[in-house]
């Protein structure tokens, strides 16, 4: 079975420009998490959808914003993008919603300059 | 909000060594996951526990579920160089809301 894929696998924007990642899930897999990683900040928990709903949402502002589509690949947005949202995006997808045995993908590294 | 304490931060590894790490958090978790994750790639899971006083292995791996449902350890027996990596431990408790709650991770490094 394939894994969790997520394209682009890097990617580098300026200051006040918006960026979209995607993830592609496990198959069979229907809900998918985000997670930003820093390297001072560690995991957090942006958001994650089930059944194309977004079920729980992390503590990050407004300009992060995702969705789900009906095949269950999922989109995260970041609007308005500031040096501070350089990181590594990270998707995971599990069988159901919640934090069951959540598999990952490779990430998506952004740098913002 | 809730934090998990990973402990330690870092360590040395000589082959065929024994390995341990623990995670404590102030809550009463439900579920504990170890991940482990090699440079520019994703956590990929190594053991996933369920019920308090679980003990369960994967290879040279293993996790317990503290009975006290406030911690987990791994143990890595005979170490090899392919280990070298940062594990994180993460769970949700009542008040996660379902998202997974990571540990800032115990780096696993080659004795020079």
């Known amino acids: 079975k394939a894994g969790v894929t997520q394209t682009p696998r890097y990617l580098i924007k300026t200051r006040g420009q918006q960026v979209t990642l995607s993830c592609s899930p496990i198959?069979?897999?229907?809900?998918v998490s985000w997670y930003q990683q820093t390297p001072g900040q560690g995991l957090q928990f942006l958001f994650e959808?089930?059944?194309?709903?977004?079920?729980n949402k992390g503590n990050f502002p407004g300009r992060f914003s995702g969705r789900q589509f009906s095949n269950s690949r999922s989109e995260m947005n970041v609007s308005t993008l500031e040096l501070g949202d350089s990181a590594l995006y990270l998707c995971?997808?599990?069988?159901?919603?919640?934090?069951?045995?959540?598999?990952f993908g490779p990430g998506t590294r952004l740098t913002v300059t | 909000g809730q934090q998990l304490n990973q402990s330690p931060q870092s360590m040395f590894i000589q082959e065929g060594e024994d390995v341990s790490m623990n995670c404590t958090s102030s809550?009463?978790?439900?579920?504990w996951l170890w991940y482990k994750q090699d440079p520019g790639e994703g956590p990929v899971l190594l053991i996933a526990?369920?019920?308090?006083?679980e003990l369960t292995s994967n290879g040279r791996l293993t996790a317990q579920f503290g009975i006290t449902r406030k911690d987990s350890f791994l143990n890595i027996s005979a170490s090899i160089p392919s280990d070298v990596g940062i594990y994180f431990c993460?769970?949700?408790?009542?008040?996660?809301?379902?998202?997974?709650?990571f540990g800032k991770g115990t780096k696993l490094s080659v004795k020079p």
């Open positions: 995971a997808s599990s069988l159901a919603q919640g934090p069951y045995e959540q598999y």
């Open positions: 198959s069979g897999h229907r809900s």
């Open positions: 959808y089930f059944s194309e709903t977004q079920r």
């Open positions: 809550s009463i978790f439900n579920t």
């Open positions: 526990l369920y019920k308090a006083g």
């Open positions: 993460a769970g949700d408790y009542g008040g996660s809301q379902g998202n997974l709650i």
